[in-house]
């Protein structure tokens, strides 16, 4: 890597590189109009099954699994290598443009929510479940779930982009990532070698959300960095994520969004429980 001066004031210039660059821009807002489908459910999902999209829609199949009808729901595809979240009517309930985003059509006016976080929460309080009541309980509960959406930006935009998305592969920031991910990975280790969840005995949205990323990590190979990252040796980890796997709402959620892999993993979109069969 040759050495990079700074200019005084930074420039766009195009084309940057990387598998992502005919999306990536430092602007935001709508590029295009384009209307949003609707189902007939009240909540309405756009998104993809990334980690991220993976989160929400394990979180509705597992309040449905629990019996919780008003978590019916469509779940329309984002397509985001194509620029789908740059739609008029995405950006409208999104102005980040980044997916997932539920709206939820049972107030007046409807609700809009963005960040999977976010999501994460309002379902949780919306049906009072996989969230602590307890005043402590439920600060660890949050505390885990902030630590993963403060953690995975270092996993996904850090380490997943130089390592497997950058036009070229530099020492510097894959040494510099990968450590910070190992580091993480010993951060959910240690942790769950003394707990059953993140949290305790109790598996809440802070699992959801870091089996979203971590899992994927530990049983998935994502960005083929299994070796790499020597994910088998937190065994930890890997048990707490063969167990979440196991759980029927969490098959299902994996499957909403998705067109790559197995063919009988896929579920473009997501309407009724017998879409799955």
């Known amino acids: 890597m ?24 430092p602007t935001s807002g709508s590029q295009r109009t384009v209307e949003l489908p609707t189902g007939e459910h009240p909540l309405q999902l756009y998104s993809l099954a990334t980690p991220n999209g993976i989160k929400v829609t394990v979180l509705l199949e597992e309040l449905l699994e629990l019996g919780h009808e008003g978590a019916e729901y469509d779940a329309y ?10 739609g008029s009517g995405f950006v409208e309930l999104n102005p980040n443009s980044k997916i997932p985003v539920l709206l939820d059509r049972t107030t007046s006016p409807s609700t809009r929510i963005f960040e999977s976080g976010a999501i ?18 439920r600060a660890e509960c949050l505390s ?3 630590w993963q959406m403060g ?10 982009h130089f390592y497997a998305y950058a036009p070229k592969k530099w020492q510097y920031p894959i040494d510099r990532y990968a450590m910070e991910v190992k580091r993480q990975l010993d951060v959910l280790d240690k942790n769950l070698s003394e707990r059953s969840y993140l949290c305790g005995d109790e598996y809440n949205i802070a699992d ?7 899992g994927a990590l ?6 083929e960095a299994s070796e790499f990252l020597e994910v088998s040796s937190y065994k930890n980890v890997v048990r707490w994520a063969r167990e979440i796997e196991q759980r029927p709402g969490v098959m299902r959620g994996r499957r909403v969004n998705k067109t790559w892999g197995p063919e009988e993993l896929r579920l473009k979109e997501r309407h009724s429980a017998g879409d799955f069969d």
Request: glycine content about 8%; hydrophobic content about 40%; charged content about 15%.
């Open 77 to 86: 595809q984002i397509r985001i290598t194509d620029g789908d979240q740059f």
């Open 2 to 25: 040759t050495d990079y001066v700074p200019p005084n004031v930074w420039k766009w210039e195009e084309p940057t590189g990387g598998k992502f660059e005919s999306i990536n821009r």
């Open 218 to 223: 530990v049983l998935h190979n994502i960005y």
């Open 151 to 160: 953690s995975a930006p270092y996993l996904g935009g850090g380490f997943g």
């Open 120 to 137: 994460l929460i309002y379902l949780a309080e919306k049906f009072q479940s996989f969230i602590p009541i307890d005043l402590a309980s």
């Open 144 to 146: 885990w779930l902030m």
């Open 208 to 214: 959801i959300a870091s089996y979203a990323w971590y």
